[in-house]
């Protein structure tokens, strides 16, 4: 089982930043692959950014590529997401995931919310 809790989100106007956090139980949390997806009021969720188990690799989402960076302290089992550069169409919930034997884990989501 593995429990996943967000932080960080907000209010924020357009063009400013935010760093959303995410903190994972378990032992095995350096095993994990983690990502982040984000789903807006009406839309179906989307991927945002993923980081490897060991932090070396990541992959964004082409919306937020060279404005959000994700990245990991396995020792703290926290994956974060520094977002840069906000965009009104950023607006949304965040949430964090990791698959671990097959089986999806998700947070509970935080808002962001950006104004213009």
């Known amino acids: 089982q593995v429990q996943l809790v967000e932080s960080g989100g907000g209010l924020v106007q357009a063009g400013g930043s935010l760093t959303l956090s995410c903190a994972a139980s378990?032992?095995?949390?350096?095993?994990?692959?983690m990502g982040w997806f984000r789903q807006a009021p009406g839309k179906e969720r989307e991927f945002v950014a993923r980081?490897?188990?060991?932090?070396?690799?990541?992959v964004y989402a082409d919306s937020v590529k060279g404005r959000f960076t994700i990245s990991r302290d396995n020792a703290k089992n926290t994956v974060y997401l520094q977002m840069n550069s906000l965009k009104p169409e950023d607006t949304a919930v965040y949430y964090c995931?990791?698959?671990?034997?097959?089986?999806?884990?998700w947070g509970q989501g935080t808002q962001v919310t950006v104004s213009s």
């Open positions: 378990g032992r095995t949390f350096s095993s994990y692959i």
């Open positions: 995931n990791t698959r671990w034997y097959g089986v999806d884990y």
């Open positions: 980081i490897a188990s060991s932090g070396g690799s990541t």
